[in-house]
């Protein structure tokens, strides 16, 4: 039996990268996924990929860091077994590099759009008899990163909400646990770079890739099927737990 099936998730972000492979794998193993993304073009075509794949989903043009915007998404959906807050922008630089604009923009996506998933999904799911929620924090939660200032702030946050989550919510059946990917090989990874190092893009590419001691970068689908693992029914067992999945980065890098 698929280990999805009968199951309802939400991906938000699922329109790219690492939130595409894990609606995908989800989908794959019986899932019916709502992709929920700012950018409604990138979430139908993943969409268009699942359903064409013999499987089922939805997209929802949503911006996470609008409540109103998002209650009204998770209301439409109904049950949700599964939520993966996975949206996320990235920022480059130091803390007197970041504005307040910068703050506010990565805090308003990266936290309060966890935040607001969270307040709008964790009601339906206690009236449902429970769920699991995966939060996708970083290696930049735990770990004192060059230039991610703004980012590693975010990040942190992620992890504690994801904790307190788990915290409030076992006796109803809600697990919740967050993973701290290094560097995945995505359209965020090749935007951030090619935004703040042009000309050197192809030197950054390698010197982000070797800064895990495995050598190179995760692929999305290689993060996707941890997630699969920690939001299926033989991970019941696991709650207020952050995984990292990092090629060493955050215990070999010596
Ligand atoms: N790629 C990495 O190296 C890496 C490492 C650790 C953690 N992460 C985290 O994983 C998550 C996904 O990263 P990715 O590399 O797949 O990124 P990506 O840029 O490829 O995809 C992010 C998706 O989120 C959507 N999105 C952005 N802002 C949104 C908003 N306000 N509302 C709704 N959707 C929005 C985008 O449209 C896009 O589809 C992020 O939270 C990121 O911080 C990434």
Do not use: W
């Not at 699942?50 to 609008?66: D, M, Y």
């Not at 996320?88 to 130091?94: K, M, P, T």
């Amino acid at each position: 039996m698929a280990k999805l099936e009968n199951k309802v998730a939400i991906v938000t972000g699922g329109g790219s990268g690492i939130g595409r492979a894990i609606a995908e794998i989800f989908a794959q193993e019986g899932a019916y996924v709502h992709i929920v993304d700012l950018n409604a073009d990138m979430a139908q075509s993943v969409v268009d990929g699942i359903i064409s794949a013999g499987g089922t989903a939805k997209s929802h043009a949503c911006n996470v860091a609008e409540q109103t915007d998002v209650l009204r998404v998770v209301k439409s959906i109904g049950r949700v077994d599964i939520l993966v807050n996975n949206a996320g922008i990235a920022h480059v630089g130091n803390l007197e590099k970041c504005s307040p604009e910068d703050f506010e923009r990565v805090f308003n996506v990266n936290v309060k759009g966890a935040y607001n998933a969270l307040f709008a999904v964790v009601p339906v799911m206690k009236a449902n008899g429970g769920g699991a929620i995966l939060n996708l924090a970083s290696i930049a939660s735990v770990v004192g990163i060059s230039d991610r200032f703004a980012y590693s702030m975010s990040k942190g946050a992620v992890y504690a909400m994801s904790m307190s989550v788990a915290r409030d919510y076992i006796a109803d059946n809600i697990r919740s646990n967050s993973i701290s990917p290094a560097r995945v090989h995505t359209p965020f990874v090749d935007g951030f770079i090619a935004k703040n190092y042009p000309g050197q893009e192809e030197e950054m590419f390698e010197k982000l890739s070797k800064s895990q001691p495995i050598g190179r970068m995760a692929k999305p689908e290689e993060i996707a099927k941890l997630a699969l693992f920690l939001c299926g029914d033989d991970a019941g067992f696991i709650t207020g737990n952050d995984y990292p999945i990092d090629g060493g980065f955050i215990k070999l890098n010596n």
